[in-house]
Structure formats: structure tokens, C-alpha cells
């Protein structure tokens, strides 16, 4: 989708794949004010995110040419739920469920398998030019009723409703923010765009939450938190009544832990 925006931001999303390394000069280009990862908030840390082959070019960039790093994803899941269990269950089990469906009711196989179609689509097509990406971005929405389409969502609630406004109020002006996620979360862009269709996916997947199996995995507070890697010489948080935590990081850098409900 690239540069887009909303009421009270200017958002660049680039849809990387987590395996090969995002190429650099997005951040000093543009002049972003600050840059959000598919990374879970109490994980970040500067070695860690050097460590991710997607991440690393973007992060090396960063420290030569210092903006704030937010992270707004959700961690593994907690307790005995392994992180194979969790792919099959939330991810892939959904999508097995559907191409069933659409194998034994022929009249209905292309809208039930337009979520795996729009996966698939996303991920070898997203990125080839504005307009087809912003195709595949509301295509994307299709897959609102999985874990992924939930994290899109959420992670777009948080933006918008968190760090936007943090950023605003450091700059003094309408905020400037490069996000940097995986092709398959290009939904986020329609739900960046459209707070009521969020909200209904958010309302549908606190809904399922509370009935299934991923209040065990997945403790509720995780969605209220958000990571902040931030150079100590920059300004200042405004939001410091919601820090739950901060301590030392990388040379020069802090690490921050928001609860963005509070």
C-alpha cells in the first residue's frame, strides 16, 4: 500500500516476508517520525530485533539515524500451548475447516475459500503497486475471523488509538509512522482506514476469546500492552502515567512497557 493516510497520521505500510531482510533507506527517505514491528512489546530489545533477518536492516539504520521503535504485536503463547500447536490451531485449522466446506457445497467455494485465495494473493502479489495493493488489503479482510485477522486488527488499534497520538504529542504536529509487518497482515491498512470495521472485529474476537481455548494460551492483559524502544536522548513519553515498566536497553536506548488500557 506504501504512504496512505488516516485523520490524525500519515502511515507507510510495507508488507515484508519474515525471512528475507527488508531493504533499507525506507526510514531516512521518508523522515519518519517512528517505526511499528510485527514484534510482541515484551520482547523487544534492540539484539533481539538484529537478530530477525527482516528486521535487522531497518533496525541498523535506526540506531545510525535515531527514532522511537514500537511494537505492537502479540508474544508466543504462554503455558502449554507450543507454538506448533497455536500455528495449527489458529491458523491453520481455519482455513483446512473452509476449503472442506467449499469442496461439499460448490455454489459457495468461492466465497469460502476467498480468505486462503487472499493469502495466497497477498503474499506473492502485495507490494506490486498502490492499487492492487489496496485490492488485496480489503481481501485481506476476509480473514477477519482468524487469529491473524484478530492481531491485524488489534495491532491497528493500538496505532491508532496509542501510538499515534504518543507521537503527535512529542512531534507538536500530525505524526509521520513506517510500519513494518508481514504481507499477510495487509488488512491492517483497511482497518487503520476504518475504525468501525475494527471495532466489530475486535468485538467478534474478545466474543470468541472468552469461549475458546486461547484465554488459556493467551492471558487477556497482552493485548493491552505495547513496547516502546526509545533513544534516551529523544523526548520524552507523554503517556507516562500508562508505563509499566522501563529499563536499560542498547547503548543509549530504553526499553518502555505501556498499558495502553489503563
Not at 7 to 22: D, V
Not at 244 to 255: A, K, L, N, V, Y
Request: proline share 8%.
Amino acid at each position: 500500500m506504501g504512504l496512505f493516510n488516516t485523520s490524525n497520521a500519515t502511515l507507510y505500510f510495507h508488507g515484508g516476508i519474515h525471512r528475507i531482510s527488508t531493504p533499507s533507506g525506507f526510514i531516512g527517505e521518508m523522515d519518519f517520525d517512528a517505526i511499528v514491528l510485527e514484534w510482541p512489546g515484551n520482547f523487544s530489545q534492540i539484539n533481539t530485533l538484529l537478530a530477525h533477518t527482516q528486521y535487522r536492516p531497518l533496525v541498523k539504520e535506526i540506531l545510525e539515524n535515531p527514532k522511537p521503535i514500537f511494537c505492537a504485536d502479540l508474544p508466543p503463547p504462554d503455558g502449554i500451548m507450543s507454538r506448533e500447536l497455536d500455528f495449527f490451531y489458529n491458523y491453520i485449522l481455519p482455513y483446512q475447516i473452509l476449503c472442506i466446506l467449499s469442496l461439499k457445497k460448490p455454489p459457495y467455494t468461492l466465497p469460502l475459500a476467498l480468505p486462503f485465495l487472499s493469502l495466497f494473493l497477498n503474499v506473492v502479489g502485495y507490494g506490486f503497486n498502490s492499487k492492487v495493493d489496496k485490492v488485496l488489503s480489503y481481501l485481506g479482510v476476509s480473514n477477519f475471523f482468524t487469529w491473524s485477522g484478530f492481531r491485524s486488527a488489534l495491532a491497528a488499534w493500538k496505532i491508532d488509538e496509542f501510538i499515534v497520538p504518543e507521537i503527535e504529542k512529542r512531534c507538536g504536529r500530525k505524526p509521520t509512522i513506517f510500519i513494518e509487518y508481514g504481507k499477510g497482515h495487509s488488512d491492517m491498512v483497511a482497518y487503520l482506514q476504518h475504525r468501525t470495521l475494527r471495532n466489530l472485529v475486535l468485538f467478534l474476537h474478545r466474543l470468541l476469546y472468552t469461549l475458546g481455548p486461547n484465554r488459556i494460551f493467551y492471558p487477556s492483559f497482552y493485548f493491552d500492552r505495547v513496547g516502546e524502544l526509545r533513544p534516551i536522548s529523544s523526548a520524552e513519553p507523554y503517556h507516562r502515567n500508562n508505563i509499566i515498566s522501563r529499563t536499560p536497553d542498547f547503548f543509549g536506548w530504553e526499553r518502555i512497557m505501556y498499558n495502553i488500557n489503563i
